[in-house]
C-alpha cells in the first residue's frame, strides 16, 4: 500500500509518499518563512495562496523521488485540523481533487496524531503504551498515549503555547522572525546565572501549563535593563529557556508517576530545541526510563507523519464517505476513533 500524505495545516507545504512494506518513500517540503518574515508572523490569506501554488510541484516531485506512477498510490491523507482554516481547505480540496481524478480513496487525518506518530518513522521507536509531550507553536499538551487512536490529554496550556512563547520573547529581543529558533541559539552564550524567570504553575497541583506569565516577566526585566546588548540578551534568552525546559520537565516528570509509563515521547517544533532534549535525556536516565524523538525534520510539520497516520487507517479501512469537503479548525485528540 502506498500512501500520498498532504500537510498544509499552517505555514509549512509537506508532502511525502509511504509504503506499508518500504516504509517511507520520498518526503518534500516548502517552508514559507521568507514569506511570512516581513510582516513578523503568518498571514493566513497568504499562507493558503503559497499552499495552492506549491502543492501539484511537490507532488509530482515525490513521485519521481519515490520511482511511483499516479497508478500506485492506493490513498491519499491530508490533514483535515487542527490548523488554519484556509490553510486546511486549500490541503483537503486538492486531496479530494486529486483523488477523484486518480480514483482513489481519501482520508482526513488529524494533525497531532500525525505529530504524535512521527517518531514511529524512526528505527528506535517506542512500543505502547507511553506518554508524549506536544509541543509547537500552537500546541502544549501532555497525552497518554494507548495505541493509535487511543489518547487522553492529562495537561494543556491555558493561554500561550511554548513555541508561541519562544517567539514572543525573541521578538521582545529584537529578534528576527521566527524568533524562536534564534533565541535558542542566543542561549547557547547567555549567562545562567544572571537573571531568574518563575517556572509557571510548578506550585499548583496538575499537569496544565501556562507561559503568558512568562513572557510578561520577560518584558519586564527588558523594560528594566538601562541598555540592552548583546550580551544582555543572551542571558534574558537563557534564563527563559531554562524556565521553559525546567517546566516542561517537572510536567512530564508529574506524569510519567501518575501513569506509571516508563516511555517518554517528544513530538512537535519545538521537540527540535537541544537544551529540551538534554534535560529530558538526563532526567529520564535518571528515572531508568526511555526518551524517544522524531529526527528534526518530523518534528516540524511536514506530510511524512500524514502520510504514515494515514497508512494505518486505511490498514484499518477507514477513509472518507463523501467527496465534500470537511475540514475541524478546532479537533480534540480524544474525539479520534481508535
Known amino acids: 500500500m502506498h500512501i500520498l500524505g498532504i500537510e498544509t495545516s499552517c505555514d509549512d507545504t509537506g508532502v511525502a509518499i509511504y509504503s506499508h512494506e518500504a516504509g517511507l518513500l520520498s518526503c518534500a517540503l516548502h517552508s514559507q518563512t521568507a514569506l511570512h518574515a516581513q510582516y513578523g508572523g503568518v498571514v493566513p490569506e497568504l499562507a493558503s495562496r503559497d499552499h495552492l501554488s506549491k502543492l501539484l510541484p511537490l507532488v509530482q516531485q515525490t513521485l519521481v523521488e519515490s520511482g511511483l506512477t499516479s497508478k500506485d498510490i492506493d490513498g491519499i491523507a491530508y ?169 516542561l520537565w517537572r510536567k512530564c516528570e508529574r506524569a510519567l508517576k501518575k501513569t506509571g509509563f516508563t516511555r517518554l515521547v517528544v513530538a512537535g517544533g519545538v521537540g527540535a530545541n537541544q537544551a529540551l532534549r538534554q534535560q529530558l535525556q538526563i532526567g529520564m536516565s535518571k528515572r531508568g526510563g526511555e526518551l524517544f524523538f522524531p529526527r528534526s525534520v518530523f518534528c516540524t510539520d511536514n506530510g511524512a507523519m500524514i502520510a504514515y497516520a494515514g497508512c494505518l487507517r486505511f490498514q484499518a479501512r477507514q477513509q472518507d464517505e463523501t467527496l465534500e469537503i470537511q475540514i475541524k479548525p478546532r479537533w480534540s485528540l480524544e474525539d479520534l476513533s481508535a
Open 79 to 247: 490533514t483535515a485540523g487542527p490548523g488554519l482554516m484556509g490553510a486546511l481547505l486549500v490541503g483537503a480540496a486538492f486531496a479530494k481533487s486529486l483523488g477523484h481524478a486518480w480514483a482513489v480513496p481519501t482520508l482526513g487525518i488529524h494533525h497531532m496524531e500525525g505529530h504524535l506518530l512521527a517518531v514511529m518513522l524512526e528505527e528506535h521507536r517506542p512500543t505502547f503504551p507511553f506518554l508524549a509531550l506536544l509541543v509547537s507553536g500552537g500546541h502544549t499538551m501532555l497525552v497518554a498515549v494507548e495505541g493509535v487512536g487511543r489518547y487522553q490529554i492529562l495537561g494543556e496550556t491555558r493561554d500561550d503555547a511554548v513555541g508561541e512563547a519562544f517567539d514572543k520573547t525573541a521578538k521582545l529581543l529584537g529578534l528576527p522572525y521566527p524568533g524562536g529558533a534564534e533565541l535558542a541559539a542566543l542561549a547557547i552564550t547567555g549567562d545562567p546565572s544572571r537573571f531568574y524567570f518563575p517556572r509557571p504553575m510548578l506550585d499548583k497541583p496538575g499537569l496544565d501549563f501556562s507561559f503568558s506569565g512568562l513572557k510578561t516577566a520577560v518584558l519586564h526585566t527588558v523594560r528594566a535593563q538601562p541598555i540592552v546588548d548583546q550580551q544582555t540578551k543572551a542571558d534574558i534568552a537563557r534564563a527563559f529557556e531554562d524556565a521553559v525546559v525546567e517546566t
